[in-house]
Nanobody, 122 residues
Framework: VQLQASGGGLVQAGGSLTLSCAAS????????MNWYRQAPGKERELVAT???????TYAYSVKGRFTISRDNAKNTMYLQMNNLKPEDTAVYSC?????????????????WGQGTLVTVSS
């Protein structure tokens, strides 16, 4: 089971970016999916969460600007980021709780994707 994040880049303040996180492997079910970020010299921060049923929660700092969504048919999660600010500059990582069935064996994974860098210039 793997997660692959993509979509980071350089954008001017006020601009937009969309991050994607695709899960692959022998996936039976994906429960909560999360976006985290870590800015230089700072602790990792939970940015947004989406449950399997589509309920969402956001960090206060991004509420109203970021939108998390998922396509269960594609095992993919997205983070639409609008009105970006320089303080949003960070490495963004995706995380998911994945239940796998392979060779009749059930396994639970707390999976992480590699980070994708978002840089917002002022």
């Amino acid at each position: 089971v793997q997660l692959q994040a993509s979509g980071g880049g350089l954008v001017q303040a006020g601009g937009s970016l969309t991050l994607s996180c695709a899960a692959s492997g022998s996936i039976a079910r994906i429960d909560d999916m999360n976006w985290y970020r870590q800015a230089p010299g700072k602790e990792r921060e939970l940015v947004a969460t989406i449950t399997a049923s589509g309920s969402t929660t956001y960090a206060y700092s991004v509420k109203g600007r970021f939108t998390i969504s998922r396509d269960n048919a594609k095992n993919t999660m997205y983070l639409q980021m609008n009105n970006l600010k320089p303080e949003d500059t960070a490495v963004y990582s995706c995380n998911a709780q994945i239940l796998s069935l392979q060779d009749s064996i059930w396994s639970a994974f707390n999976s992480w994707g590699q980070g994708t860098l978002v840089t917002v210039s002022s």
